[in-house]
Antibody, heavy 119, light 107 residues
Framework: QMQLVESGGGLVKPGGSLRLSCAASGFNFRDYYMAWIRQAPGKGPEYIAYISNSGRYTHYADSVKGRFTISRGNANDSVTLQVSSLRAEDTAVYFC????????????WGQGTVVTVSS | DVQMTQSPSTLSASVGDTVTITCRTSPNIVNYLAWYQQKPGKAPRLLIYKASSLESGVPSRFSGSGSGTEFTLTISSLQPDDVATYYCQQYDSYSLYAFGQGTKVEI
């Protein structure tokens, strides 16, 4: 049974950094693109980044470009989101998600990790 | 820029009713439209992909239709377990992924 488990969220001051991790299991991790999606309180989901199955290609939403970095470890089936220069508007639940084989939709999601940016 | 309009924002219906949610997109996304169900405190769950394909394990009362710029999610015979917020999500090669504003379904 496939599973995605996020960790690393917490309370951080504006301008601070965090490292979010996602541990994958139950599927052939190196075959899939992976993504991070966030959801601010009371809002809809917002795509923020993806990484190709090899790790060679990445893409970021304009809202996080230059501040967030996505990476993956195919040896240990994990994907990481390094978030820095955090702002109050980055406060959200951050979900790790698997892109389906056509890369057009997200077919499995983790339970999320909460990031709160506040002084 | 990507434009997505999901309607209605809230929908109240009775058990056994058929309900429909609409998502209008710009640009034309062919059939790259997915629907998700989200319950409070939980992650979104994929229901429909590529406009009309039912994800494995999803009850058959959920169905999707449409192409181009207008899409619908239909729930036939609404059940108490269907109380949730529903989101559409589009994919296109320029802006990649965008989600609708959500429709809260109440009984």
């Amino acid at each position: 049974q496939m599973q995605l488990v996020e960790s690393g969220g917490g309370l951080v001051k504006p301008g601070g950094s965090l490292r979010l991790s996602c541990a994958a299991s139950g599927f052939n991790f190196r075959d899939y693109y992976m993504a991070w999606i966030r959801q601010a309180p009371g809002k809809g989901p917002e795509y923020i980044a993806y990484i190709s199955n090899s790790g060679r290609y990445t893409h970021y939403a304009d809202s996080v470009k230059g501040r967030f970095t996505i990476s993956r470890g195919n040896a240990n089936d994990s994907v990481t989101l390094q978030v820095s220069s955090l702002r109050a508007e980055d406060t959200a639940v951050y979900f790790c998600a698997r892109l389906d084989s056509s890369n057009s939709h997200f077919d499995s999601w983790g339970q999320g990790t909460v990031v709160t940016v506040s002084s | 820029d990507v434009q997505m309009t999901q309607s209605p924002s809230t929908l109240s219906a009775s058990v056994g009713d058929t309900v429909t949610i609409t998502c209008r997109t710009s640009p034309n996304i062919v059939n790259y439209l997915a629907w998700y169900q989200q319950k409070p405190g939980k992650a979104p769950r994929l229901l429909i992909y590529k406009a009309s394909s039912l994800e494995s394990g999803v009850p058959s009362r959920f169905s999707g239709s449409g192409s181009g710029t207008e899409f619908t999610l239909t729930i036939s015979s609404l059940q108490p377990d269907d109380v949730a917020t529903y989101y559409c999500q589009q994919y296109d090669s320029y802006s990649l992924y965008a989600f609708g504003q959500g429709t809260k379904v109440e009984i």
